[in-house]
Nanobody
Framework: QVPPVESGGGSVQTGGSLRLSCAHS????????LSWYRQAPGKEREFVAT???????NYADSVKGRFTISQDGAKTTLYLQMNSLEPEDTAMYYC?????????????????WGKGTLVTISS
C-alpha cells in the first residue's frame, strides 16, 4: 500500500501557526485511525493527536487547546492545525495510518508511516 505523505512544515516564530497536511492514501472501503506523531532532536517519537473512524479525537496534554486534528470531507487528507506554537513544538511531524477494518485489502493491524515534515519554531 502507498504510505502517507506529509506537507506543510516550515519555520515560524513563537506564537505563530502552521497547518500540516497528510495525504494518507487509504483505500475507500477501509476505515482508519489517523494520527500525528512528532520526534524532536534527541528524543523519542511521541503521540500528538488522533482521529478515529468515528471522528472521535484525542490529543496529547502538551498540545490540547492549541492543536486541532481534522479530515477533509472526502476523508483523503488529514490536517493538523497548530496555533500558539512554542519552541518545544520543534520536531519532525509524522502521519500514521492504521486500518480498523478487517475487509480484504485493508491490512488491519499494520501501521503505515509517512516520512515526516519538519516544523521549526524560533523564539
Amino acid at each position: 500500500q502507498v504510505p502517507p505523505v506529509e506537507s506543510g512544515g516550515g519555520s515560524v516564530q513563537t506564537g505563530g501557526s502552521l497547518r500540516l497536511s497528510c495525504a494518507h492514501s487509504g483505500r475507500s472501503h477501509c476505515e482508519y485511525d489517523l494520527s500525528w506523531y512528532r520526534q524532536a532532536p534527541g528524543k523519542e517519537r511521541e503521540f500528538v493527536a488522533t482521529v478515529d473512524s468515528f471522528g472521535i479525537t484525542n490529543y496529547a496534554d502538551s498540545v490540547k487547546g492549541r492543536f486541532t486534528i481534522s479530515q477533509d470531507g472526502a476523508k483523503t487528507t488529514l490536517y493538523l492545525q497548530m496555533n500558539s506554537l512554542e519552541p518545544e513544538d520543534t520536531a519532525m511531524y509524522y502521519c500514521k495510518r492504521a486500518s480498523t477494518s478487517t475487509l480484504p485489502g485493508c491490512n488491519n493491524g499494520i501501521d503505515y508511516w509517512g516520512k515526516g515534515t519538519l516544523v521549526t519554531i524560533s523564539s
